[in-house]
T-cell receptor, first 111, second 110 residues
């Protein structure tokens, strides 16, 4: 089955630790995206990548880093510099940017 | 800056019709997308308008007026399973990321 997967579904970390969220797709999409969603809020763009080995910052990139070494994979690292990391993180991919396919999300809690 | 405005909440009963509006002020505009998200789930794509007019997909339709910087999502024959959040999103340029509104929570009651 084609799709986009994120792991883990729930993640708990102590403040001050870096954590990496996984995102994998087998849809053969060139573009991949990371969004953050806070309760009652819309999706805010963290980073996106239109092609392997290239990525652009979104509106809230500070405290996050990404890599795009393979077409299928776009991991997101939440660093200790991110002041409010507790959130729901959604990864997406697309052929055309207007129709994005989302993974199930990772709910990160930092205490 | 970029802004998309949509109502925060809408309520309706089963079988009714509901319209969710979206107005946008953005530095560019290539098209308007709509997504549905059930509580705790992943957003799913519903429709896209690049040109003025109405696009119909089953019970859902979406409308765009580029001159008014306005669009809406129309949901007909509402069902309980339509209770969800609905997001409008602007595509500033082809191939770039979307800018999402804050979402409208639709509650459908029997």
């Amino acid at each position: 089955d084609g799709g986009i997967t994120q792991s883990p579904k729930y993640l708990f970390r102590k403040e001050g630790q870096n954590v990496t969220l996984s995102c994998e797709q087998n849809l053969n999409h060139d573009a991949m995206y990371w969004y953050r969603q806070d309760p009652g809020q819309g999706l805010r763009l963290i980073y996106y990548s239109q092609i392997v080995n290239d990525f652009q910052k979104g509106d809230i990139a500070e405290g996050y880093s990404v890599s795009r070494e393979k077409k299928e994979s776009f991991p997101l690292t939440v660093t200790s510099a991110q002041k409010n990391p507790t959130a729901f993180y959604l990864c997406a991919s697309s052929f055309d940017s207007y129709e994005q396919y989302f993974g199930p999300g990772t709910r990160l809690t930092v205490t | 800056g970029q802004s998309l405005e949509q109502p925060s909440e809408v309520t309706a009963v089963e079988g009714a019709i509901v319209q969710i509006n979206c107005t946008y002020q953005t530095s560019g505009f290539y098209g308007l997308s709509w997504y549905q998200q059930h509580d705790g789930g992943a957003p799913t794509f519903l429709s896209y308008n690049a040109l003025d007019g109405l696009e119909e997909t089953g019970r859902f339709s979406s409308f765009l007026s580029r001159s008014d910087s306005y669009g809406y999502l129309l949901l007909q024959e509402l069902q309980m399973k339509d209770s969800a959040s609905y997001f409008c999103a602007v595509n500033l340029q082809a191939g770039t990321a979307l800018i999402f509104g804050k979402g409208t929570t639709l509650s459908v009651s029997s």
